[in-house]
């Protein structure tokens, strides 16, 4: 006699009832979104390889570009590029070992790092971003209706930040 599996169970709500059913228009939203979330990493990260950046290093120096002194602390960076603490280290040192970032002790907190975009780096991050434009603008923003820009640029930097720091987002 063998054993047959056990039988999924429904993961359990949170509280309440389980979840209404998606509509139509709410299925072709979520579908799209995960077509578009694992097709534009690969397309941007192919259309940034010509420039010697992977599209995480360009963000990492675009951020560290446009902050105060070109620093930030190494956890702020995490935060702003949507990374892990140990993410961002890796990607710090690499692009360290460039001579594109450095990393020093903080000087008021001596227990933690801050980024500091070196002159070589910001001359690189200057030198990739006509092709991270022209990507964007290909890939993304030439695709969008102007007058949609607001809207959508909203919705997707509340969803991010909902997802960064573990709150679900509101509901209307």
Same mark, same amino acid.
Do not use: C, N, Y
């Given at each position: 006699?063998?054993?047959?599996?056990?039988?999924?169970?429904?993961?359990?709500?949170?509280? !309440?009832?389980?979840?209404?059913?998606?509509?139509?228009?709410?299925?072709?939203?979520w579908q799209s979104l995960g077509r578009l979330a694992h097709a534009l990493p690969r397309?941007?990260?192919?259309?940034?390889?010509?420039?010697?950046?992977?599209?995480?290093?360009?963000?990492?120096?675009?951020?560290?570009?446009?902050?105060?002194?070109?620093?930030?602390r190494m956890s702020a960076l995490a935060d702003a590029a949507g990374?892990?603490?140990?993410?961002?280290?890796?990607?710090?040192?690499?692009?360290?070992?460039?001579?594109?970032?450095?990393?020093?002790?903080?000087?008021?907190?001596?227990?933690?790092?801050?980024?500091?975009?070196?002159?070589? !780096?910001?001359?690189?991050?200057?030198?990739?971003?006509?092709?991270?434009?022209?990507?964007?603008?290909?890939?993304?923003?030439?695709?969008?209706?102007?007058?949609?820009?607001?809207?959508?640029?909203?919705?997707?930097?509340?969803?991010?930040?909902?997802?960064?720091? !573990?709150?679900?987002?509101?509901?209307?």
């Amino acid at each position: 006699m063998s054993a047959s599996p056990p039988s999924p169970k429904p993961s359990p709500s949170p509280s !309440g009832p389980p979840p209404a059913p998606l509509s139509p228009d709410e299925q072709r939203l979520w579908q799209s979104l995960g077509r578009l979330a694992h097709a534009l990493p690969r397309v941007l990260e192919d259309d940034m390889s010509r420039t010697g950046l992977t599209m995480t290093e360009f963000a990492v120096l675009h951020l560290l570009g446009a902050a105060p002194d070109r620093r930030l602390r190494m956890s702020a960076l995490a935060d702003a590029a949507g990374l892990t603490p140990s993410r961002i280290t890796r990607v710090v040192d690499g692009l360290g070992k460039h001579g594109l970032v450095r990393k020093e002790r903080h000087g008021q907190d001596a227990r933690g790092s801050e980024a500091v975009l070196t002159d070589a !780096g910001l001359r690189t991050m200057e030198a990739a971003q006509p092709a991270h434009l022209a990507s964007a603008r290909r890939r993304v923003l030439d695709r969008v209706p102007a007058e949609q820009v607001p809207a959508l640029a909203e919705t997707l930097a509340a969803l991010a930040d909902s997802l960064a720091h !573990g709150h679900r987002p509101h509901t209307r």
